[in-house]
Each structure stands twice: as structure tokens, then as C-alpha cells.
């Protein structure tokens, strides 16, 4: 069992910043591919970012590409989203969540039925 704790969320003007954290009590997370995803009201979990166990790959969705980066420090058992240029659209509750998979395959890496283990959540809301 994984238990996931994001912080970092809150409230930030339009154009603005915030990081985003993740951690695991068990420091396991360095065993697992992780990756963000976000729910906006209404709306279904969406893929933001995803990132290989020793950090060397990561994968975006189109609209964070070039304002979010996601990256890890396994010695610290924990996973960032660096946000920057936020928009009233990333608006959501953001989730981190860790795949035991192994396969780097698109298609894979964004279906959130493939990660095993996920947060609680954090609230991000950004105002225009």
C-alpha cells in the first residue's frame, strides 16, 4: 500500500505560480512511474504530467507543455508540479498518483485506470 500526501494548492491570481507537492509516509515512491492529473467540476480526471521512475522521462499533456514541469527527488520520496503562466482554465483538484507499470507508452501513461495508488488531492484555483 502507497498512501500519497499532496500539498501546495491554494488560490493564485492569473499569470501566477505555485508548487505542487507530493509524499509517501512508506518511501516507496521511488519504486513507482508517478504522474499528476486534475479534476475540474463537472468534468472528468484529466492527465497532466507523468514522469519515469529515475526522472529521466517525462510526458505532457498539451496544455501544461511549456508552463508546468514535473519532476522528482527520489531521495527526498517526493514529486513536484511546478506550475508557472497559470489560467483560470487549471482551475481543478490535482491529484498525484503512482503506477507500478513499466510501460512508457502514451497511450498507457495517461489512462488514470492505469495508476495503482492515489492522493487525496489538492485544491488548485486560480482567479482571472
Do not use: H
Not at 61 to 90: C, H, W
Not at 101 to 107: C, D, E, V
Amino acid at each position: 500500500q502507497v498512501l500519497l500526501v499532496e500539498s501546495g494548492g491554494g488560490l493564485v491570481q492569473g499569470g501566477g505560480s505555485l508548487r505542487l507537492s507530493c509524499g509517501d509516509s512508506e518511501r516507496r515512491l521511488k519504486n513507482y512511474r508517478m504522474g499528476w492529473f486534475r479534476q475540474a467540476p463537472g468534468k472528468e480526471r484529466e492527465f497532466v504530467a507523468a514522469i519515469s521512475r529515475s526522472g529521466d522521462m517525462t510526458y505532457y499533456v498539451d496544455s501544461a507543455e511549456g508552463r508546468f514541469t514535473i519532476s522528482r527527488d527520489n531521495a527526498k520520496n517526493t514529486l513536484y508540479l511546478q506550475m508557472n503562466s497559470l489560467k483560470p482554465e487549471d482551475t481543478a483538484v490535482y491529484y498525484c498518483a503512482a503506477s507500478d507499470k513499466f510501460s512508457w507508452r502514451q497511450s498507457i501513461l495517461v489512462q488514470a485506470s492505469n495508476y495503482d495508488y492515489w492522493g487525496q488531492g489538492t485544491q488548485v484555483t486560480v482567479s482571472s
